[in-house]
């Protein structure tokens, strides 16, 4: 998720029993839940491929009334950005003034945006029609990773196994918390949840470092359904060099043409991909 902090975190993910955990939430004690089916493959083609700036650290992807928004993280270079997807470059960009911020996933929800932020526990809101400056900021005390919504709420990763339901709180500058969904296979608890994105029903998540993308039940919170991105930049574009870190990151669904498109961080490309029955 962050390139600092790569190699500390592939030692943890492959060797500190399952997987890093952001807030103490990962139990490694939690037995094997066998009564969940393993989760099944998600088939998919790739239909497009469209260009993206490859210094963009995307963290947040977002369709949204024919355009696509993007979120990116990295200190000094956070921004907001709306892109024009046949060309990758942007229409719009807007650099977090505070160099400290190191911006996460975004969501859009009764014509606002919300960007969460990595450890800085803050959730900017702007108003869609001016993305340059935060109208409102939220406390959040956990770190923020990837974000979607369901129409009513806000939909928040922070690197463990759960999933946040949450309602912004004018009066307190606070996220008011209505769910917490844990997120499992047959195998237990399923963290390093990052990118989110809710299509028909369930939150497909990226996990970081990972080819993965996750499909979840918000019901149960099982994970019924994987999708493999393994070796795709190589398959279209073999001459595309990715840096430490720039890994699968980036989920958009355009719910009126039902197109999903997927990307990476400082990728060169986005993929237009299609679900197959």
């Not at 952001?22 to 790739?46: C, E, F, H, L």
């Not at 917490?180 to 369930?202: A, F, R, W």
Request: glycine share 8%.
């Amino acid at each position: 998720m962050r390139r600092i902090y790569l190699l500390f975190f592939i030692a943890v993910f492959f060797f500190g029993c399952g997987g890093h955990s952001s807030s103490g939430d990962y139990d490694t004690s939690v037995p094997m839940p066998s009564n969940i089916p393993p989760p099944a493959p998600v088939i998919y083609k790739v239909i497009n491929t469209y260009p993206h700036d490859s210094t963009s650290f995307t963290q947040g992807l977002e369709f949204y009334n024919g355009k696509l928004y993007e979120g990116t993280g990295e200190e000094k270079q956070s921004k907001i950005r709306i892109v024009n997807l046949k060309t990758g470059i942007p229409e719009f960009s807007h650099t977090l003034s505070d160099p400290k911020i190191f911006g996460e996933g975004i969501t859009i929800l009764n014509g606002k945006l919300y960007q969460l932020t990595w450890q800085n526990n803050k959730i900017f809101e702007y108003n869609l029609k001016d993305l340059s400056t935060p109208v409102k900021t939220y406390a959040w005390p956990k770190e923020g990773w990837g974000a979607t919504n369901n129409g009513r709420e806000i939909i928040i990763s922070d690197g463990t196994s759960n999933l946040y339901f949450v309602t912004p709180d004018e009066k307190s500058n606070e996220m008011k918390v209505n769910k917490i969904l844990s997120v499992k296979n047959n195998m237990g608890p399923v963290d390093s949840l990052n990118e989110l994105e809710l299509i028909n029903g369930y939150v497909y998540a990226n996990r970081w470092l990972t080819s993965q993308i996750v499909k979840i039940d918000t019901t149960t919170g099982n994970v019924t359904g994987v999708m493999d991105f393994t070796g795709i930049m190589r398959q279209y574009d073999p001459s595309a060099v990715l840096q430490d870190g720039s890994v699968l990151n980036g989920i958009a669904y355009d719910s009126t043409t039902k197109k999903i498109f997927i990307t990476g961080k400082d990728w060169p490309k986005v993929f237009e991909i299609e679900l197959m029955p």
